[in-house]
């Protein structure tokens, strides 16, 4: 739903002020667009953000009830709804509960209000904490919390007083990003800087932290408890299929990658006129596909890739390279991200492109 209050001020995602008359029409289109995948049958749902829960209710009802006549969803294993703590009610937690929603991301960034502020964040901590104890008590048992550190100023022993705080309200997943400072934003446009070293020391002090309280670093930035991976993210990295809704989505659908237009008013035209909204497409090849496989595999650091996706003589040649220099390991067929490696994943991505 790439809708939001207000743009945060280092956020470089496609979306556009919310407004109820605007929502109402684009909700329209879009279920104009989940009627071209009519029973399709999907095992998972990811109502993502923008912010989805800035709809009103009687928009949320229309949207999901909708979606739910829509696609076959006899098999759903899970459906994730992410909200942005300033806009969460409990009638709006209560109905996406009794729709079937049985996962819930919500965007912290922070527990520190002046670091909030500083991200050009609406809510503050206590909000947070408030729907967190609402979810919680609308049975809400799977929830993931967001967060970005490294930010300018911050120490290690701030993000240390973050990370733990936030461990108090023991959710089953967290999603802990490196602030990035890039694209059209308002952080890029006044200079913000951030420091690699500095994000590099917080995120080993995470690993450590997270690790000796049992969460399962499954992912580059995420962590679950036991089961509790993100089923429907992990299939991404399984390189698996996907339909993508709405404007700005992207989706992969019969070895097709597509996105759609990254514009409202023309993705609500193009679908009134029952034209095609995508605005990018590239079929994946055999080649594309086997180096797909191991870039968005590798990235599953508990489970990892088998080595059979290496048969291609590129491909080896780089994992016998990756073993030699240890970036690599592997044990019993499985090969996986070196521990010490993480935080350079993308540079040893690159080497398999
Ligand atoms: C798709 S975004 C939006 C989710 C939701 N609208 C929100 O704001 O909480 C998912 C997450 O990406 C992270 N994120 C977005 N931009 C980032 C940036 N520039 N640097 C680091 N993390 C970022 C934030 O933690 C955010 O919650
Ligand atoms: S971080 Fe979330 S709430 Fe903030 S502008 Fe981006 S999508 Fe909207």
Known sequence: MPFCSRKCLYCNFFSVQYSDALVDKYIYAL?????????????????????????????LQRLLESLCKIFDLSEVREFTFELNPESVSKGKLRFLREIGVNRLSIGLQSVEDISLKFLGRIHDFETFCNVYALARQENFDNINI????????????????????????????????PLSVN??????????ITHDDVQRNMYDETVEILANKGYIHYEVSNWSKQNKESFHN??????????????????????????????????????KNGYNVESENEYID???????????????????????????????????????????????????????????????ALKFA
């Open 183 to 192: 694209g059209n934003t308002s952080f890029y446009i006044s200079d913000i």
């Open 286 to 348: 055999d080649r594309i596909y086997e180096m797909e496989t191991i870039i968005l595999g590798l990235r599953l650091l508990d489970e990892g890739l088998d080595v059979k996706y290496f048969e291609n003589p590129k491909h080896y040649n780089v994992l016998l390279e990756c073993l030699e220099n240890k970036t690599l390991k592997m044990e019993s067929g499985k090969v996986r991200l070196a521990k010490e490696c993480v935080f350079i994943f993308n540079q040893i």
């Open 31 to 59: 279920l104009k667009h989940a009627l071209r995948f009519k029973n399709k049958k999907v095992d998972s749902i990811y109502i993502g953000g923008g912010t989805p829960s800035v709809l009103s209710l009687r928009q």
């Open 146 to 177: 967001d967060l970005i550190y490294g930010l300018p100023d911050q120490t290690l022993e701030d993000w240390e007083r973050v990370i733990k705080k936030t461990l108090v309200f023991d959710s089953e997943h967290l999603s802990l990003y």
């Open 234 to 271: 992990v299939n991404y990295w399984h390189n698996f299929e996907y339909v993508g809704l709405g404007a700005g989505a992207a989706g992969y659908l019969e070895r097709k990658r597509y996105k759609n237009v990254e514009d409202i008013s023309r993705y609500i035209d193009l679908l």
